[in-house]
């Protein structure tokens, strides 16, 4: 079984940065896509940035131009720059690769934008 370990979350103040990553614990094989979602206090999860295996980024609107996904293969490792960070960024954050048979799922970190 896959896990997925996120890291890199926690609290930034308004315009900071900050960079998650999400390693798996093996190599994953048959990739489709990977992406990144968050899940705020009494809202849905919903998708942030993903990635397919042909390396075509897709971004939420609201976070177009201030967030970068990216992927280290060799170290089996996908990341979320996060820049110009704002409050209503504040969320879990969780990352998830989709192979053509299975979805994995990290833990989730929490990212807290605040002054």
């Known amino acids: 079984q896959v896990q997925l370990v996120e890291s890199g979350g926690g609290l930034v103040q308004p315009g900071g940065s900050l960079r998650l990553s999400c390693a798996a614990s093996r190599r994953i094989n048959s990739i489709s896509t990977m992406g990144w979602y968050r899940e705020a206090p009494g809202k849905q999860r919903e998708s942030v940035a993903s990635?397919?295996?042909?390396?075509?980024?897709n971004y939420a609107a609201s976070v177009k131009g201030r967030f970068t996904i990216s992927r280290d293969s060799g170290k089996n490792t996908m990341y979320l720059q996060m820049n110009s960070l704002k409050p209503e960024d504040t969320a879990v954050y969780y990352c998830s690769i989709r192979t053509v048979v299975v979805t994995f799922w990290g833990q989730g970190t929490q990212v807290t934008v605040s002054s």
């Open positions: 990635m397919t295996s042909g390396g075509i980024t």
